[in-house]
């Protein structure tokens, strides 16, 4: 395909959001599915750190580093570990 991009931004999702904190998003299942659908061969990968846990850390904040394979060109993103109120967890505070 030659601009996937393109393709899944013509994609009406108003029906399939939600809100939660006074935000509103494409919950993960609806979107992996929608990607999916253009590219079967499409998959993700959750980076471990160094020492092979799922999160990294600056002994402060901690995130997760993700990345997404669509036509085969990786996507990479760095999330923070955040509560319910959008705001960093400290590290010692993460439970899973």
Same mark, same amino acid.
């Given at each position: 395909m030659e601009n996937y991009f393109a393709a899944l931004n013509k994609i009406n999702v108003n029906t399939?959001?939600?809100k939660m904190g006074g935000l509103t998003y494409l919950s993960w299942?609806?979107?992996w599915g929608? =990607?999916?659908k253009l590219d079967p061969m499409a998959?993700?990968?959750i980076y471990e750190?160094?020492?092979?846990c799922m999160y990294h850390?600056?002994?402060r904040t901690a995130w997760v580093k993700v990345?997404?394979?669509v036509f085969g060109l990786e996507h990479v993103e760095y999330l923070a =570990?955040?509560?319910?109120k959008k705001k960093a967890i400290p590290v010692e505070s993460v439970k899973s």
């Open positions: 399939h959001t939600e299942p609806y979107a929608e =990607i999916k998959n993700f990968t750190s160094a020492d092979g850390t600056d002994r990345g997404v394979t =570990i955040m509560d319910y």
